[in-house]
């Protein structure tokens, strides 16, 4: 089945640039100005911090991802238009996924919630899209706790030091396309089929989701349609296939350590393995089957990942999610069963008032993740909308409004009831 030319530019729109991720030019205040803060975290590293505003206002929507840089969010233009500034946060580790640890990254929240504060914002409200949402569920619920009784240790072992930080609480939340977290999205997408990690085309063919005897069809030809049971068992061996990496991943940092207390007690020792990090890379992580198979979990997706249209492609491709990791980063941020990052396990300490934006396009977030998500929110204040978008909101028709614009418009209107907006009563704003 051949796409018609409407289809085809739709699609070359879609996946242009940053896929739509960033700001409308025409969109941005003639009056909004950049200021840039460099920060420096509560465990010494160093951040920046980007604060668009116009002047005068009183309530900041911080953005942020852990690992990638949002400065230029298409949210921006929208709210800075309405009142509100905007704060978005630079993670340390920008397009790194090697170093990711998310107890660390919620030292970097913590700087900019710290200088948000400090330049007299009355409220602040978290806007979370995509990762970014759980990591923001992960520092609400850490912010909460008294510092001794913060998490002390990543997953991997290292010293979270958060009980040395300050670490402010939120008033609100946006979560826009929010997914499970890190580590449950690519428990959902990894191939559960690998059965060697040494080796990418390693395969059992019983559970291969891109075979035709399992049921796999490309789009063109009508699309996948996957059976019961074997969806059953190849959800098995994914979380199978997480819990072999998880293992190998501990055995690295034990056997690095092991080697660090020989040199530290004086004994005979090899410094190149005590400072070994274990890198490794973990391929094919994008084989969710609901993204081949549209009668799972139904919406108004797309055939295809948030990579693409070619799973040959993206699954094997040097792009991807988890591709290249420390034992660290892994079991922190993208292991599904050792990454505290997720609404699974943080969703219940969010009683602050809270707004969900869901695309219904969306290859990356389902329906029945967006359901988990909103029922593991505890506050008595929330509210969901379903909009007609992709991942980045962007309209699935050509003939139709961006979804972004809708997604926009329904913040605006929900901070506006909330939340106080414009210049101080003295006349003197926080963003001057």
Known sequence: MNERPAEQKLERRVTAGLRGASWNPELLPTDMRTAVFPLTTADEAPVIGYLHARGGERTAVFIMHPRELLVSHYMVPHLVGAGYACWVQGPRTVGNDLRLEHELALQDVAAGMVKLRELGFEKIVLLGNSGGAGLFAYYNQQSLLAPEARIARTPGGRASKLADATMPSADGFIFVAPHPGQGKLLMSMIDGSVVDEGDPFSVDPALDPFSAANGYQDGKSGGAKYAPDFLDRYRVAQRARVARIDAAARESIKARMAEKKRMADGEQANPFKAAFSGVFNVWRTDADPRCFDLSIDPSDRRWGSVWGANPTVSNVGSVGFARCCTPESWLSTWS????????????????????????????????????????????????????????HGQSLRLDEPSGQEIAAAKVIEWLGARYPQGVSASGMGAAE
């Open 336 to 391: 599904g069963l050792s990454s505290h990052a997720s609404f699974e396990a943080c969703g219940a300490s969010i009683e602050q008032p809270t707004l969900l934006i869901y695309y219904t396009g969306d290859n990356s977030v389902f329906p029945s993740d967006v359901a988990e998500i909103f029922a593991s929110i505890a506050s008595s204040d929330k509210q969901r909308h379903d909009i007609r978008g992709n991942h």
